[in-house]
């Protein structure tokens, strides 16, 4: 359950252009119907519906507030607490709440915790909507009366080992900014994961009167979006939370903005492979408009443009690497912040001035009215994607109505960003960031500690008497509703293939409710072939075709994609590559010709090569400075050896990357033989026919280096230890070759892997999670590559003192689930069941459907394979998956990737007799 920052990004951030590859656009009118019914219950809970019928499904969400800024002294850490426990039994429901939602077919079934509100949520089945009502307003009305003394010390010990793990804390830079920002014991300069010593100190009265207080209908919102109507919403909202108590009015946090009469600048150190220079502005958090602009104002400074501060900092020759904005809004205070990541060998000093100057000229001339047009259009375009999604549309919803009180309050936005002007962003931006701002650089070097926060103030009594419910409760809460009749069909476009003269196949799918255009050209090459060239080869071949062509510099690319509100991007994977764009329909022809260019005459300027080389030794430190993220490195070299799929970096430096590469890896490995166009949404196949022929039918046909089918080394256990000096848990990965793909396999393979380690309530994560407390989660998967073996994987990070009695339990639970502890038929009912009602929701948007295209195009399916997908999970009997399982997972032959504290570690390891133990560096270099 992820840790969230102090606050959202404004709701349209949705709209962000990606940086993977620069986006524009220009002026768009085109409908957006977001329709958001809203009404209250008598006991105060506030209801938001939007209905929405291409898929059977309906996101589920509830949003309290209360976060970690109501955090009274002595209870810090509590919100978030409460993202745990609600998952724990009530009153009338034992075991874990996760069961009954994930066996009904839910997704995403989670939560978040932030400084201004905690947030459940889940993406269920339309026929599960009565269990999903029943079971968050059980927890609602009834979870003290489930929670024990075990319960809360069990995660208690969950939330120590999510504190220990560095990707969900809060970094020491943004610490020290909220500590140096706000005034000393300011609501949001507290952890929201909370403090030990807290943690420790609490009482089970004293969390049972937390929920007393803050998890009563009058402090929440329910938001329901999807396949559901106003009428449906009302009679079964009413039914299932009529009884629930109202609850006090909790104590409200009030706080001043913070308001800086000079500038202030501080400096720290930390292991950064470059500086980092970061500004940050205070801004009114009610400026709804203004928030708004200032977002535009960001997006305009950090997006190439004669006028952007990008453009003057970053490039050949120029004092940066990299330059972002970001606007985040709080309830209690919005803050604006540019940060540049200065590029070596400039001085701090230099870069400074560069930025100073880079602002003022800002400032003093504004944006284009061409690039905010663009924008305008690229947050059109991407809000109609979003309307598809019904788990964006709640977000929306419920964003909007606890920071503004308007669950619509993106229609509002987008109303401003369309009506912008440079004028007015020149005046948003010169009232704002003219004024006093805070500077924290931070240099490469060894951390000074991070002080401690200023105590919290006192406890305050809630203002209101507890409100009771209805008294005579009107749903049963002594069981569960029965799940539905399942809406099972999936709605699948049309689909049509067919194959161009070189080579090329083309696949159409047709999805005429919106007008936008989605292409996929997909390539059989991935970055298993930076073997044959050098490291990031593949990589920047794909992310450099932006930067021009042979007809058109990297300006007028540039230009091209603003006219005509082109989305492109690239995304790289071990054996295939694919390169995308999106146009609305009236401009497919231009977005076909941009990205044809793009595709096939790339120049790769001498510039951005030379300056990618001149990082390889920054981002060689980087990773050596990570052992734990070099885990699945060292697994896959562990597996595959030196070759394609198993290459490490080495130490000795980088292997410089020539143009001679990218030209020769262009023009092997690009080309009409073996590459997949998919062309889906408002077109026909004739039309996509058409562009096809005319853009990509004469390209050459080429003959891609195939990818060595690699043998599989000798099936023999080892345990690969590598040592994190003051690591505060061991970083546990195991991993082992498995057969490769076949289709009568698959289905009951998914079974076995979602009963090992595929899901939270796995066998393996139950027990080292729910039943041991040694870890925050432990899950892995068996990799769905189409061609060759493949590789099950599972990792987690596990108390260091815990680590030897972890691999124990993770060794005997494999060990059973092939020998003496089988699947049963019970396990088998429940996951096959989830896996069948799950189907409609894993197919929730055209980017879902489109892989699913692909994947099923990769290994010769069908192309609505995935749409059938239920049928062939019902006929995996449990003789099936047990002999699968048998066939697929080798206990005696597992390979063991540790990365932790060895001097605390490895006698218990080596103690263990699993497998022979070596020791080694990032690098995989045998140290002994």
Known sequence: MPLSRHCLALLLATATPLPAIAQHAVAVAHPIRFDVERFTLPNGLTVLVHSNRRNPNIFVGVYYRVGAKDEPRGRSGFAHLFEHLMFQPTANRTGDYLVPMTTAGARDVNASTLADYTEYHQTVPTNALDLALWLESDRMAHLTGGLTQRVLDDQR????????????????????????????????????????????????????????????????????????????????????????????????????????????????????????????????PRAARDMTLLQLAGQTMTLPGPRSVQSALVGEGKPAVHLSAQLDPGQLSTVFSLSMAVRPNVSVATAEAALDAAIARYLAQGPEQRQLSAIAALTDQSLLRDMQDNVNVGLQMAVGALYLDDPAT??????????????????????????????????????????????????????????????????????????????????????????????????VAERHDLPIVDVDVRFPVGTQANHRYAPGAVQQAFGWMSAGTTHADEARLTSEREHSAIVLDAHIGATTSDFTWSTLTRNVDAGFALAADMLRNPVYPQSRIDAYNQGASARLAAYAAQPQVAAGLLLANALWGDGPGGKLPDPGGLRPLTRTMLTDFHRRELGGDGATLLVMGDITPAEAHRLAERHFGDWRRNAPAAVPVMPAPAAAPRIILVDAPGAPQSQITIGQLVPPHAIDRRPAEVIADMTLAGEFDSRINANLRQGKGWTYGFEGSIADTAHGPRVFSATGAIETDRTADAMREIQRELTAFVTTRPITATELEA????????????????????????????????????????????????????????????????TWIVVGNLARIEAGIRGLNLAPVEVRDVYGRRLR
């Not at 108590?245 to 500038?263: C, F, K, Q, S």
């Not at 009107?474 to 029965?482: A, K, N």
């Not at 994947?855 to 099936?880: F, I, M, S, Y």
Request: a positive charge.
């Open 831 to 894: 996951r096959r069941g989830a896996a069948i009602r799950a189907v409609p929701a894993g197919l929730n948007g055209d980017a879902a459907v489109m892989q699913a295209i692909l994947r099923a195009n990769d290994r010769g399916r069908p192309l609505d394979d995935a749409g059938r997908a239920g049928d062939a999970l019902a006929k995996v009997t449990l003789e099936t998956v047990n002999r699968v399982a048998r066939e697929t997972f080798r206990p005696g032959a597992m």
């Open 410 to 507: 993106l229609l509002r936005q987008r109303d401003w960003t369309a009506g912008a002007t440079s004028a007015q962003l020149l005046e948003v931006a010169g009232r704002w960031l003219s004024r006093p701002f805070y500077q924290q650089t931070i240099l490469p070097g060894e951390p000074e500690p991070l002080p401690p926060a200023a105590p919290a103030p006192a406890a305050t009594s809630s203002t209101a008497t507890p409100t009771r419910a209805d008294p005579t409760p009107v749903v049963d809460r002594s069981r569960m509703p029965e799940i539905g009749p399942f809406k099972d069909k999936v709605p699948f476009p049309k689909i049509t293939r067919t194959r161009l003269a070189n080579g090329m196949t083309l696949i």
């Open 157 to 284: 010990a969950v939330i120590k080992n999510e504190a220990s793990q560095t990707p969900t804390q809060v970094s020491r830079p943004e610490q020290r900014f909220q500590r140096d920002l706000y005034t000393p014991g300011h609501p949001y300069t507290r952890p929201v994961i909370g403090t030990t010593e807290d943690l420790e100190a609490a009482t089970l009265d004293e969390v049972k009167a937390w929920h007393r207080t803050y998890y009563g209908a009058g402090n929440a919102i329910l938001v329901l979006s999807g396949d559901i109507d106003v009428a449906t919403a009302r009679a079964r909202v009413g039914r299932y939370f009529a009884d629930v108590p109202r609850g006090p009015v909790p104590p409200r946090i009030a706080a001043p903005v913070p308001t800086l009469t000079a500038t202030r600048r501080v400096v720290y150190h930390e292991p950064v492979a470059t500086p980092v220079i970061t500004r940050v502005w205070s801004i009114d």
